[in-house]
């Protein structure tokens, strides 16, 4: 059987060696970059089956090349592991919007590293869209704050369990769904026109107690992704208990 082939992209050398090490005792064969622009030309070239992603990289970082990646016909489908120093949620939520797969944090625990590249190389073998949803609900699930994803008409793509029921949503079907509708019946520090209209990337507001059903305030931070002609292609909601 042929090895995985496992692309690592990162500044530090030092981070590189250790990776190699620890991924070649394992029968990968690994190839190396050190800045986004060369992680994106190797990615192309050779077809990698993975892709160990530093955040912080030179040149481009590692969100706008998990976006171009994502955005190539080439090399859209192949898993994305960001490495990351940082331990901010909101990070890896900008990370699954660049179409990150899973995440791993520095110091590297072998045991953790290895575990979640393999089991991404294992899922490579479900179909596209079915291996997409998995991840993404897996990571969704772990979070202890209330996350829900929409499409740029606030239709839901995703949504984790904490939301639901910070938002009061029953349904067991989600998909599809209106997010505004919801906001709408719920007594908010800004309103939806407000929050319909904005033009800022990141906007934060409260969801205010209103009824028994609603005895406890919550702070929402809503985040719209704006492509090149500044069409709203998605929104993300992150919700925490107040």
Same mark, same amino acid.
């Given at each position: 059987?042929?090895?995985?082939?496992?692309?690592?992209?990162?500044?530090?050398?030092?981070?590189?060696?250790?990776?190699?090490?620890?991924?070649?005792?394992?029968?990968?064969?690994?190839?190396?970059?050190?800045?986004?622009?060369?992680? *994106? &030309?190797?990615?192309? #070239? =050779?077809?990698?089956?993975?892709?160990?992603?530093?955040?912080?990289?030179? %040149?481009? $970082?590692?969100?706008?090349?998990?976006?171009?990646?994502?955005?190539?016909?080439?090399?859209?489908?192949?898993?994305?592991?960001?490495?990351?120093?940082?331990?901010?949620?909101?990070?890896?939520?900008?990370?699954?919007?660049?179409?990150?797969?899973?995440?791993?944090?520095?110091?590297?625990?072998?045991?953790?590293?290895?575990?979640?590249?393999?089991?991404?190389?294992?899922?490579?073998?479900?179909?596209?869209?079915?291996?997409?949803?998995?991840? *993404? &609900?897996?990571?969704? #699930? =772990?979070?202890?704050?209330?996350?829900?994803?929409?499409?740029?008409?606030? %239709?839901? $793509?995703?949504?984790?369990?904490?939301?639901?029921?910070?938002?009061?949503?029953?349904?067991?079907?989600?998909?599809?769904?209106?997010?505004?509708?919801?906001?709408?019946?719920?007594?908010?520090?800004?309103?939806?026109?407000?929050?319909?209209?904005?033009?800022?990337?990141?906007?934060?507001?409260?969801?205010?107690?209103?009824?028994?059903?609603?005895?406890?305030?919550?702070?929402?931070?809503?985040?719209?992704?704006?492509?090149?002609?500044?069409?709203?292609?998605?929104?993300?909601?992150?919700?925490?208990?107040?």
């Amino acid at each position: 059987m042929n090895k995985a082939k496992i692309l690592v992209a990162d500044d530090i050398k030092q981070n590189v060696k250790l990776l190699r090490v620890i991924l070649t005792a394992s029968e990968f064969d690994v190839i190396e970059a050190y800045d986004g622009e060369e992680a *994106l &030309e190797k990615a192309k #070239s =050779e077809n990698p089956d993975l892709i160990l992603l530093d955040i912080m990289t030179p %040149k481009l $970082t590692g969100y706008e090349v998990c976006q171009q990646l994502r955005a190539n016909g080439t090399t859209k489908s192949i898993p994305i592991v960001m490495i990351t120093a940082l331990h901010e949620m909101d990070d890896r939520i900008k990370g699954i919007e660049a179409g990150a797969d899973d995440f791993i944090s520095k110091p590297f625990n072998k045991t953790e590293l290895l575990a979640r590249v393999k089991a991404l190389l294992r899922m490579r073998r479900i179909p596209a869209k079915e291996e997409e949803t998995n991840v *993404l &609900e897996s990571i969704l #699930s =772990e979070l202890e704050e209330g996350v829900v994803v929409t499409d740029g008409q606030w %239709k839901i $793509t995703h949504i984790n369990q904490t939301a639901k029921e910070l938002l009061n949503i029953h349904e067991t079907d989600t998909e599809n769904l209106d997010l505004m509708q919801y906001l709408s019946r719920m007594n908010l520090s800004l309103s939806t026109d407000t929050l319909t209209n904005i033009r800022e990337k990141t906007t934060d507001f409260q969801i205010l107690p209103s009824t028994i059903q609603r005895p406890f305030p919550s702070s929402a931070r809503m985040t719209k992704i704006f492509d090149d002609g500044g069409n709203i292609t998605g929104i993300t909601l992150v919700l925490r208990k107040t």
